[in-house]
């Protein structure tokens, strides 16, 4: 249910469920420098209107290599009291932003057995870190954790993805 764009001009006040997605440039360098630009755009559009909600898909990349952290970490910090939603995804805890986990009230572990990862974890409030590494390297193949957080308060719950 996601239209494709390839520039936020191309957005219509009518379109709620957007994909920002660039085509590749003649270079890295001139891809890299068009994606943050467009998101930069996407970024002052969301702060001015308010209310939305923002998926960063490999929040590491977007964060280092387009050099967005200033603005992801003003997401995960202020979008919220404007009632905007903040949802970043990486391959591993350890890439993520430090403010990721610490301001996450939902998270959503699979398995890992990285000593980093694991220290990570501890990021996430309100949680035994050490036993939430524990469950995390015993997951099966289709088997997640996913802990709720509320200030000092969390709560983990193993489940399991269709197959």
């Known amino acids: 249910g996601l239209k494709r764009v390839e520039t936020f001009a191309d957005v219509k006040p009518w379109d709620n469920k957007i994909l920002l997605w660039q085509r590749p440039h003649d270079t890295?360098?001139?891809?890299?420098?068009?994606?943050?630009?467009?998101?930069?755009?996407?970024?002052?559009?969301?702060?001015?209107?308010?209310?939305?909600?923002?998926?960063?898909?490999?929040?590491?990349?977007?964060?280092?290599?387009?050099?967005?952290?200033?603005?992801?970490?003003?997401?995960?910090?202020?979008?919220?009291?404007?009632?905007?939603?903040?949802?970043?995804?990486?391959?591993?805890?350890?890439?993520?932003?430090?403010?990721?986990?610490?301001?996450?009230?939902?998270?959503?572990?699979?398995?890992?057995?990285?000593?980093e990862d694991a220290r990570r974890l501890s990021d996430i409030g309100g949680i035994d870190s050490k036993e939430l590494a524990a469950h995390a390297k015993q997951l099966g193949k289709h088997e997640f954790i996913y802990v709720h957080t509320r200030g000092t308060e969390s709560r983990m719950i193993r489940s399991q993805v269709g197959k």
Not at 41 to 59: G, M, R, S, Y
Not at 88 to 96: M, N, Y
């Open 28 to 115: 890295l360098r001139n891809s890299e420098a068009n994606m943050a630009h467009q998101f930069r755009i996407a970024f002052n559009h969301v702060v001015k209107q308010k209310a939305w909600t923002l998926w960063f898909d490999e929040c590491k990349y977007m964060s280092e290599k387009l050099g967005l952290q200033r603005e992801i970490t003003y997401c995960l910090e202020q979008l919220r009291s404007v009632k905007g939603t903040t949802i970043s995804g990486a391959q591993r805890p350890v890439w993520l932003p430090r403010s990721v986990l610490s301001n996450s009230t939902h998270v959503f572990l699979w398995s890992t057995t990285d000593r």
